[in-house]
Nanobody, 125 residues
Framework: VQLVESGGGSVQSGGSLRLSCAAS????????VGWFRQAPGKEREGVAA???????DYAESVKGRFTISQDNAKNTLFLQMNNLKPEATAIYSC????????????????????WGQGTQVPPSP
């Protein structure tokens, strides 16, 4: 499975941005998928993820502002980000793994089979 992110770019704080993650090589319909970010000098962290059964989980810092969704016909994963804050500046990457993940590991950045190359989101103050 190859994953390619797009949609990153400059946006003002308080603004919105939608990231896309196009998958090829296999359908991700029955995969667990997620979005992760890594800010300068920090470890990669889980932002939002969707399990293969459709359940979702979000980092506390983005709940109510970010939404993960999936278009199975287009084999594409999305992350809608609203009310962006300066601390959201990071490289955002999508990840996928076949089947179900334990709920406690859904936002953990380890043990995902496939990763995209990442896209920069630099909200400007």
């Amino acid at each position: 499975v190859q994953l390619v992110e797009s949609g990153g770019g400059s946006v003002q704080s308080g603004g919105s941005l939608r990231l896309s993650c196009a998958a090829s090589g296999s359908t991700i319909r029955y995969y667990s998928v997620g979005w992760f970010r890594q800010a300068p000098g920090k470890e990669r962290e889980g932002v939002a993820a969707s399990n293969s059964d459709g359940s979702t989980d979000y980092a506390e810092s983005v709940k109510g502002r970010f939404t993960i969704s999936q278009d199975n016909a287009k084999n594409t994963l999305f992350l809608q980000m609203n009310n962006l804050k300066p601390e959201a500046t990071a490289i955002y990457s999508c990840a996928a793994t076949p089947g179900y993940r334990s709920w406690w590991s859904l936002l953990a950045p380890n043990s995902w089979n496939y990763w995209g190359q990442g896209t920069q989101v630099p909200p400007s103050p």
